[in-house]
């Protein structure tokens, strides 16, 4: 039964509220008005499937070029925003007054005048007249007030600042000067190209982040989001703690398919923080379990908050490639988390929900368990390389085959279905007296997996683009969601195929209609923050924030990622996670990169993308802000800001792990062979657990002071064995520089120069900096400095750059005519750096048995502390 903190059913319509305004916007107008604001978001829906399609490239109708695309696209955004989100708290929500629809028409009309002018705009690139101007001006004051109401006005005043700067830069104190921009120059940039509102971020949400929200949105409308909750429910709710594991798996799994913390947040909470409080946890720290697990159901791939799409344009590689470096640190974080609620479960002794599965021996579940992953496996062993052997056979027939074969599969998983009672949706108002059985609540929903099967194969099988890939899903999706009932009926033997029918076509509409309001946001954000990029490539005033950190600084690179992470945080709690990774990432992401490389650091660029965008989205748990904590406090019944302190504190793994991978990129499984990706996952994961046993201070009983600090420094040492190597042998050795062409024949191929040269940069001013050279194959240095395509010449003792050849490795290193090398650094032959791991483990095992002795020892004395009861 509920507390009596628990919201009543107004709090509860407070909560839909909540994720309405920040998600899909509040308004909700009755007749006309109504029905035409759903028409509309199902429209941009079908729009956005039509393009996505091959359909009109075999048609020959409604082919649109990136930049229409993106102009339609978001003239519905602005428009469904105007209709959408109310002007302010005491506006209506029930009817849309007059002058929204004015602002709505108006704003749309701009969006779209690239669009409907596209052909004028073509003939006078650069040049914009009067017209162009005004359309211009007004497109992005309309732009910055659909952000105010959808995104509140944090983004708004950080776009508004760009604008002044660009406009008033001569006017700007000290370094922040610049010569400034005129207004037709800034609009030229900003409204009718592609560098500012309508650049990359704007095209990544109308090619990929639409259909990959309209698929979730699907899947949770045809029953996927009660089944993932239920599934967790029974296989985990009778754990210690129980509740609270199932929620972190819960939120994890609807991660995959929702791209919003706080709607995770009151989706699943609602039904789980109930629960955990029924076995002993605090509200405060049932909604911290909440928020924790649902903002790290951001971090998941395949789509990360829409930051997967992005980091593909701005990092320049494979989708496929952005999914594998950030894979294991979202995997990690999750099972730490599990471990972090199993530890408050041991410290406060608690028990789990009564469970209704069938008594079995654990050598029956092991075996059960066992027998369920080979099938699994074998079952992937087959479909794959069946599938490779039959599709050169069948030729132009094999997707007709595989169609086929899959909708067999699906009409099998429906007839295994309809053999179970059909999930109902829980009142949360109600206690929860036994949990489902694993079995039946397992078989009934298993077609819900084959659509995310069929986008994982299009995406790391087919290597068909994100859009493709998500289309295709989709459309399997929208089969689904038309035919699953009447099929299940008929194989239930009580078939009423209209009414089925009618309410699949009901899902579906309210799957469009979801899947366009979600977006609304979405959309507003990735162009307004397009705005931020385009101050920044029309200014230059990334160059001009690399001198003030550098100088804030002091050129120490623990400061900058401090400095960053910081910004990341502060701009986080007013802008959403797709509007603050853009803005962060173009400020800030170069930065890191340029002064780490002149303090001879070299970081992969996806390694800063993902730092800052984790940092990004702890926003939504930090106070005071906090949005995602908010809603939990709301569910709970606990004070917010309490509620959000505790899901930082349970966060500080997710806090942890980008300043790790920053310096260990083993973690984002780059240049490791397969052994090497095993080993790391399974020592990262052993870090991320004694990392949070250190933090929570209880491992197998409560931790002394020192116990946490000997388990934190273990867990450094397993994350970073190389920070005490490096102390203990450096691991290069310096070569004069005239001596380069030597130390290339020296090394091994495959390996690594690391060279410090000074030249000057792009503007003319002087700098310094580290380039890592991979040795290419060749028998004398002379040939290998040849096929990097460099000359050097030598001036005393100093090295000069004489010749760089155009299009070469070293070109693209950033060798330059008439640079010096300062100083070579070869790397030496010492032990390598998992040696250390062997004294980590073996101070890890004697914490291990000091907390033993400690507990037989409490375990023989009587306990004076009542356990807490269910």
Known sequence: MRDDKQPSAVAESDLEDMVASSDSGARKPAGVPGKLLVSIAAIWSLFQLWIASPLPYMVGVGVFNATESRSIHLAFALFLAFMAYPAFKRSPRDRIPLQDWALAAVAAFCGLYLFIFYADLAQRPGRPITQDIVIGVLGIIMLLEATRRALGPPLMIVAGLFIAYSLFGPYMPGILAHRGVSLGGLINHQWLGTQGVFGIALGVSTSFVFLFVLFGALLEKAGAGNYFIKVAFSMLGHLKGGPAKAAVVASGLTGLISGSSIANTVTTGTFTIPMMKRVGFSAEKAGAVEVASSVNGQIMPPVMGAAAFLMVEYVGISYVEVIKHAFLPAIISYIALIYIVHLEALKADMKGLPSSNPKRPLLNKILGFMTGLILLMALSFVVYYGLGWLKPVLGDAAPWVVSVGLAVIYVGLLKVSSNYPELEMDDPNTAVLTLPQTRPTVMVGLHYILPVVVLVWCLMVERMSPGLSAFWATM?????????????????????FAADVKEGFKDLWDGLVAGARNMIGIGIATATAGIVVGAVSQTGVGLVLADVVEILSGGNLMMILLLTALLSLILGMGLPTTANYIVVSALMAPVIVLLGQQNGLIVPLIA?????????????????????????????????????????????????????????????????????????????????????????????????????????????TLFRPGFWMDRIHNPYESIPPTQFAEALGNVEDGSNLRVQIAGVNDYGDPMTTYVLVPVPSGDSGEERMEALGMELVADGDKAMVDFIEFGSQAAELGFDFDQEIIEVLAPVNRWTKEWLWIPALIIFGLVVLLQRRRRVKQTDEPDSKPAATV
């Open 476 to 496: 399997f999706m929208i089969f689904i969601m038309l035919t699953q009932r009447p099929v299940i009926a008929f194989f239930r033997g009580h078939s009423k």
């Open 608 to 716: 800063v993308h993902l730092f800052v965008f984790y940092f990004g989205i702890m926003a939504d748990v930090t106070p005071p802000v906090g949005l995602a904590s908010f809603a939990a406090a709301a569910v709970s019944g606990g004070d917010p800001l309490r509620t959000g302190f505790q899901a930082f504190y349970y966060s500080l793994r997710t806090a942890a792990l980008p300043f790790l991978f920053i310096f260990n990129t083993d973690l984002l499984l780059i240049d490791v062979t397969v052994m090497q990706g095993i080993l790391v996952f399974i020592v990262a994961t052993s870090a991320m657990l004694i990392f949070a046993a250190g933090t929570q201070g209880y491992m197998l009983v409560r931790s002394r002071w020192y116990e946490s600090l000997l388990l934190l420094l273990v867990a450094f």
